[in-house]
């Protein structure tokens, strides 16, 4: 069974940098995709990032150039710098996995593409 544990979040001034973590268990496969997503109180979920077996990555714009996704295949754990923080960037982030045996070629960032999920981590960016 695949199980996602995230942990890093927290409160943060505008401006400010925080690492999130997410520790992978359960599978090892020849291809995957690997995604951040967030999901503010009253909006819908939205794919920050996502990385596939091979490092490529795919952002959205909102977080371009102050956000980045990586992974240590060795540790099986997923990684989100996320640097110059803004207010509109709090809320829950959640790690998510989908397994796909010989994949490569890149991700997408739609939540209904990954079926395995973790429980959450909350960063909160204070003005």
């Known amino acids: 069974q695949v199980q996602l544990v995230e942990s890093g979040g927290g409160s943060v001034q505008s401006g400010g940098s925080l690492r999130l973590s997410c520790a992978v268990f359960?599978?090892?496969?020849?291809?995957?995709?690997m995604g951040w997503f967030r999901q503010a109180p009253g909006k819908e979920r939205e794919g920050v990032a996502s990385?596939?077996?091979?490092?490529?990555?795919n952002y959205a714009d909102s977080v371009k150039g102050r956000f980045t996704i990586s992974q240590d295949n060795a540790k099986n754990t997923l990684y989100l710098q996320m640097n110059s923080l803004k207010p509109e960037d709090s809320a829950m982030y959640y790690c998510?996995?989908?397994?796909?045996?010989?994949?490569?070629?890149?991700?997408?960032?739609?939540?209904?593409?990954?079926?395995?999920w973790g429980q959450g981590t909350q960063v909160t960016v204070s003005s």
């Open positions: 998510a996995a989908d397994l796909r045996a010989g994949w490569s070629g890149g991700c997408g960032r739609g939540s209904y593409e990954y079926a395995y």
């Open positions: 990385i596939d077996i091979d490092g490529y990555t």
């Open positions: 359960g599978y090892t496969y020849s291809g995957y995709c």
